[in-house]
């Protein structure tokens, strides 16, 4: 349900920069009939593609101007849109009376139900209200909402409906029908502006949607660029991106107009309202603690209207309302994949894994030398060691004089404090140099270059090392004892030193072959044997998601049967 959901937030992704600029740059036929179906598509091709290529700046440098246009948008429909209540028929205010509505349904009965499908076109945009939450925060979004957003569009809508009283032959074009002529032009170009800027909103959710899915291991290694050193959600992620381009360009060509773009755009809204507020229900109920009747009234009526718009846009599915739900599809086969390959391989190593006695008699086995150099081996394993590192010794019988075993994991909180990052573990005894380091991320932080990385590890190991060695000897008060541990603690520290002077650092990897064990069943072997590998050959390999320097890098390659 989670990886539904967040599909059809990436599907939402797709649609909602179609039929915003296609919208917004059809409006042109206001002023001029001379543009045809096609010219208006490529205009808004164009500008598509332009708003793609201009991600790779980020919100933070690109947002600037996002403030300014939007509350001149937004005066701008509100004013027009009082403008057009007054003027035509100030009589529709009668419309919040909840008793039209109910004659309405008596009234058209299936097609008051169908009608629906269109009513859940005024609500898009709310379902990705908080989605941006790395790039504002929920404060800004409160306001800006309660105090400039939502008063403007309701004072549009009725102007619209005031409008169309005495105009209803402008149904079809009712927004730019409204507004009066002197300002025309400006209002198509704030349309323009507004359509572009509400389709970076999404493809910025999609990009932190991603980020925090990768975050917890439920899709493909991508690159993640931070483009801002003052807010950490602020990221770019190329692939995506690239796709998001191509599949726009592409709906937007194929369908041409808003109209089927508009059945899409339903389904992928409502399916997100409905798996939102199930997911909330959750929230509500384990972690909230919130009252069972509260729960009920919420389920049955903002719940229970979601579900009552999401099943009526799915009476368009003929009509262009596939796409979403084909896209969500795609994307959750994907994720479900990825996750599936991940999690057999991760408990392959787990119930393979290197003892601790293992480790001690590879150690300490008289054939196998040590030389000079920190050795950093990178393992998906916290507890236990990768069973690679035997395969690694059985074919190259040297170690280096210091040993770190490193796993990098991301945690499913925002942000980790730099001092809690780095956790180290003593695995064998002070001579034998062996150490594991597990560097835990959120889904919030920035990936630091390898020289930054390189230099706060060394230092946590030699900060870990002096306290350890304190800390190992019950008799520290005594001044003999507490003068032999920082002797200890000396040595300890220069042979870091000296592996990093006469050595330097050599990263050790993994390079897995993943397949499915014989016996298993045909779906089985076509996920992983397939699928699944065909996943980790598209995608940025491990050394490239944790920037790790290709000159001191060594793989060391297994095949796994799972």
């Known amino acids: 349900m989670t990886m539904l959901g967040t599909s059809m937030v990436i599907g939402d992704g797709i649609l909602t920069p179609c039929i915003s ?55 701008f429909i509100g004013t027009v849109g009082l403008y057009n209540f007054v003027k035509h028929d100030p009589g529709v ?11 309405y349904f008596n009234r058209n009965k299936k097609n008051a139900w169908i009608s629906l499908g269109g009513v859940i076109l005024c609500l898009t945009g709310s379902e990705a209200l908080f989605a941006d939450l790395g790039h504002f925060s929920v404060r800004s979004i409160r306001i800006s909402s309660c105090t400039i957003v939502f008063p403007s569009i309701v004072l549009a809508y009725f102007g619209q409906a005031s409008y169309l009283r005495k105009h209803n032959q402008d149904a079809s074009n009712a927004f730019y029908s409204s507004v009066p002529k002197p300002i025309y032009w400006p209002m198509f170009i704030g349309a323009v502006m507004a359509a572009i800027i ?65 059945n899409a755009y339903g389904i992928a809204v409502a399916f997100v309202f409905t798996i939102t507020s199930s997911f909330l229900v959750l929230v509500m109920v384990m972690i909230w603690k919130t009252n069972i009747y509260l729960i009920i009234i919420y389920a049955l009526t903002i719940g229970l209207l979601e579900f009552l718009f999401l099943s009526s846009v799915l009476y368009k599915f003929v009509d262009g ?7 969500a599809l795609t994307l959750v086969t994907i994720m479900y994949l990825w996750s599936y390959g991940y999690r057999k391989t991760y408990m392959y190593e787990l119930e393979n894994k290197v003892s601790k006695g293992k480790l001690m008699e590879i150690a300490s086995d008289p054939s196998i030398h040590r030389v000079p150099g920190l050795a950093l081996f990178y393992t998906e394993l916290v507890q236990g060691i990768s069973p690679i590192f035997t395969h690694y010794v059985a074919n190259v019988p040297v170690l280096h004089s210091i040993l770190v075993f490193v796993s990098i994991k991301c945690l499913p909180i925002s942000t980790v404090p730099l001092e809690e990052r780095f956790l180290f573990h003593r695995l064998n005894s002070h001579e034998q140099g062996m150490f594991r380091c597990v560097v835990r991320y959120g889904y919030k932080d920035a990936r630091t270059e390898w020289e930054s990385f390189k230099e706060v590890l060394v230092s946590q190991l030699k900060e870990f090392i002096r306290n350890d ?35 330097g650092v050599v990263h050790l990897m993994g390079e897995k072959e993943v397949m499915a064990s014989k016996g298993s069943s045909f779906l089985k072997k076509l996920a992983i044997n ?33």
Not at 26 to 52: K, P, Q, Y
Not at 321 to 327: A, D, K, S, T
């Open 93 to 103: 205010i009668k419309a919040v009376n909840p008793m039209y509505i109910v004659k």
């Open 21 to 75: 600029v296609l919208s917004a740059v059809g409006g042109v036929r206001e002023a001029t009939s001379a543009l045809t179906d096609n010219m208006i598509m490529w205009i808004s091709v164009a500008i598509l593609i332009i708003l793609f290529q201009i991600q790779r700046f980020g919100t933070d440098k690109i947002g600037y101007s996002f403030a300014p246009i939007l509350t001149i948008w937004f005066i």
């Open 321 to 327: 309302g596939y796409l979403p739900l084909l896209f």
């Open 469 to 503: 060695v304190l800390m190992s000897s019950e008799l520290a008060a005594h001044d003999k004892v507490a003068n032999v541990d920082e002797e200890m603690v000396q040595r300890e520290v220069r042979i870091v030193d000296d592996a990093l002077n006469f050595g």
């Open 530 to 562: 397939y699928v699944y590998n065909w996943l980790k050959r598209c995608v940025r390999q491990a050394d490239e998601f944790f920037m790790i320097p290709r000159k001191r890098l060594l793989k060391v390659g297994m095949t796994y049967e799972i």
């Open 198 to 262: 509400a389709s970076q909103s999404l493809i910025s959710a999609s990009f932190s949607i991603v980020q925090q899915s990768l975050a917890l291991g439920c899709f493909p290694r991508v690159k993640v660029v931070h483009t801002s050193s003052k807010y950490k959600g602020q990221v770019y992620v190329p692939e995506i991106n690239t796709l998001l381009m191509v599949a726009c360009v592409g709906v937007s060509l194929g369908f041409k107009n808003t109209l089927q773009i508009g």
